[in-house]
């Protein structure tokens, strides 16, 4: 098992719509969640992270975390084109640092005009 | 510019060659690491440094080796190039007064090993 998994996609949902983009984790000491894009060719950049069991929003985006499920998503309100790119679920040990932050594949979304 | 610059950005070499790939950052960040990025793996840790004197092996760090010349250098060198070697290779700092964990990655360097 990895330690994070997300579905591969694509992910292909129209313009307008929301995108659900899920990811689990296999170790229950994760203390802090993130969620990096990733453009084609580029460096991932984050976009949201998330400590405590909740929803936490920012704009068109919302980080969803449950701990005790061992689940964390990201909904992405109103997609857009630009916002195809593929998104990189990261969880890690500590909220300092990096050291453990353990990345999952990702999962490719594309918005269609 | 960038605040985390990688060089080269691609490279093409032969099996058994060294390589090193530089990064150099002007964050001012005490926290470097360096990454591999392979299809359908997501990113691997390779090593990290949390200050010159500072160097750990990540979960990936066989055929690897680095050096911290300075706080705002961290390269990354394969002694003798394989084919499996062949990947995008990513250098990230953080900030550990910020206390979010968030990493801040250079632009990449392709490395491809015939």
Sequence with gaps: ?113 | DADVTQTPRNRITKTGKRIMLECSQTKGHDRMYWYRQDPGLGLRLIYYSFDVKDINKGEISDGYSVSRQAQAKFSLSLESAIPNQTALYFCATSDNSLNTGELFFGEGSRLTVL
């Design chain 1, 1 to 113: 098992q990895k330690e994070v998994e997300q579905n591969s996609g694509p992910l292909s949902v129209p313009e307008g719509a929301i995108a659900s983009l899920n990811c689990t984790y296999s170790d229950r000491g994760s203390q802090s969640f993130f969620w990096y894009r990733q453009y084609s060719g580029k460096s991932p950049e984050l976009i949201m992270f998330i400590y405590s069991n909740g929803d936490k929003e920012d704009g068109r985006f919302t980080a969803q975390l449950n701990k005790a499920s061992q689940y964390v998503s990201l909904l992405i309100r109103d997609s857009q084109p630009s916002d195809s790119a593929t998104y990189l679920c990261a969880v890690n040990r500590g909220n300092t640092g990096g050291f453990k932050t353990i990345f999952g594949a990702g999962t490719r979304l594309f918005v269609k005009a």
